[in-house]
Structures are given as C-alpha cells and as structure tokens.
C-alpha cells in the first residue's frame, strides 16, 4: 500500500460552506475567489458542495477548442451554459452532478502527491458508502479527446469496472491549491450523447438511497471523511450576501463563453 505524505492540517480550521444552487459562471468565479483570498491569507482552508442552476459544459482553461454545437444546445427547454473554469482538463458536462472543491495550502509541491492527499477524503467518504474508488491510469493521450470522462488520469477516481466517477482538477500558485471536480450521480445519456456524440455507461450506484436523499447522503458522507482526513476544527458558514456581491462585482461575466 502506497504511503501518502500528511501534511500539518490538524491545527487548520476549516470551512465548510453548506450546498450551494447556483448558475456556473457564479460556481466559477466563487472558487477562484476562494482560491484568491486564501492566497492571501485573508480566507481559511475550505471545503464546499455546490450544484449547477442548469446543464452546463465547462471547460478547461486552457481549452481553446469546442465543438460549435455546443452553444446550440437545450436542455429541458433552457440553452445549455458554457462557461471557463480556473483550473485545466477537458470538458466537463454539469448534468446530474455534485461538484466538490478544497481551497488549502502548505501542500506538496509535487501534484500528483497533492492530489492524493486531497482525494483521501474522496476515497474514504466513498467507502463508507460501499464503494471502493481507485486512481485512473490514463497517459497523456487524453488532451486530445475533449471529454474530460471519456479517460481516467492519475487524477481521477474510478469504480471497480474502470467507470470513471470524478474527474477532478487544480488550480496553484503561492502554495495554494484549488482542486474541484465532479462526481457522476445521475447524468442523462441522451443529454451526453448530444453533448459528446457518444456513448458511455453512467456509473452503477446500486447501494446509494434514491434521489431526494442522494445527495444529502453523500454530502453527509464525503463531509464526514474530510473531517476526519483532515483533521482541525470545522466552522460551517454559508457564503454571505456581501461575499456574494463582492464575487459578483469582481467577476461580473468572467467565467463565461461568449
């Protein structure tokens, strides 16, 4: 069993910001804020659950190319958003997820070390579910595909049948991080073939509770494990309306493809 190095986060205190519905260009802009401030020090480390106000494609910061298709296309009568995010990776479709992000720092330089340590949480909030997750294997041949879950990288998390369940990616400067990603619940094949042109099984989730208590369920879990893999004292507190409006301000339409 690999040995991970465990930083000193035990005498952090964290913040826990309670899920959050809201559009993907504000989910955008409220990482990369959160990301900002704890820069500077003026924020604490951060974990935080937030679902898309409709289906949204994001994509990766340094992805210059998309299908044009993609800005054409409605879901349950509203126009698919499309939005930048701060951190790289391929494409992503926000339909039938729960996105998950960590804002810390005084983590390894080495990345693939770092994300490591941040999925433990992941790892060990799935388990207590009944799922075992292991870390994809994929090359450097995924930067050609434009779906992000088409491949599962070092980065990733996968089931026991190599389907991938979250892909996740960073963001880092000044020895922080920003690492978020999206967890496959229950996505919509026909949305994906549209989006994608292709098919791809959704993740089997035979032992999670149906959907009105999916997602406190696994909130609640994966909440749980980051507690106790990180260790430290746990404040919850949503983000305020000054927080919000100085988000707003600062970004306006940051995040968005034009």
């Known amino acids: 069993m690999m040995t991970i190095y465990k930083p000193n986060l035990q ?21 990369h804020w959160l990301f900002q401030q704890h820069q500077q020090g003026k924020h604490p480390p951060t974990l935080r659950f937030y679902l898309w106000e409709t289906a ?14 993609w800005q054409q296309l409605t879901w349950q009568n509203q126009p698919l958003e499309l939005v930048k995010r701060p951190t790289g990776g391929r494409a992503v479709l926000h339909q039938g997820d729960l ?53 599962a990288t070092a980065a990733d998390l996968v ?61 609640g879990a994966l909440t749980a494990a980051a507690r106790s893999c990180f260790g430290g004292e746990w404040v919850i507190k949503p983000l305020s309306d000054t927080e919000l409006e100085t988000i707003v301000q600062q970004y306006s339409t940051h995040w968005q493809v034009s």
């Open 11 to 31: 005498s952090k205190v964290w913040r826990l910001i309670p899920v959050l519905k809201a559009s993907g260009y504000l989910q955008m802009a409220i990482d």
């Open 56 to 69: 949204t494609i994001s994509l990766g910061y340094h992805q210059k190319h998309w299908p044009e298709h």
């Open 159 to 219: 089931l026991s049948d190599g389907t991938k369940l979250i892909g996740s990616a960073q963001l880092r400067g000044n020895r922080t991080i920003l690492q978020h990603g999206s967890i496959r619940l229950t996505p919509d094949a026909e949305l994906f073939r549209q989006v994608f042109g292709l098919e791809m099984p959704a993740p089997i989730l035979t032992a999670l509770p149906p959907a009105e208590a999916l997602i406190p369920t696994v909130i």
């Open 99 to 151: 996105t998950y992000a960590v804002i810390t720092s005084e983590l390894p330089e080495n990345r693939r070390v770092a994300y490591q340590i941040l999925c433990q949480f992941l790892i060990a909030g799935w388990r207590s579910l009944g799922y075992e997750l292991q870390y994809g294997t994929a090359g450097r041949g995924y930067i050609h595909n434009p779906n992000c879950f088409a491949t």
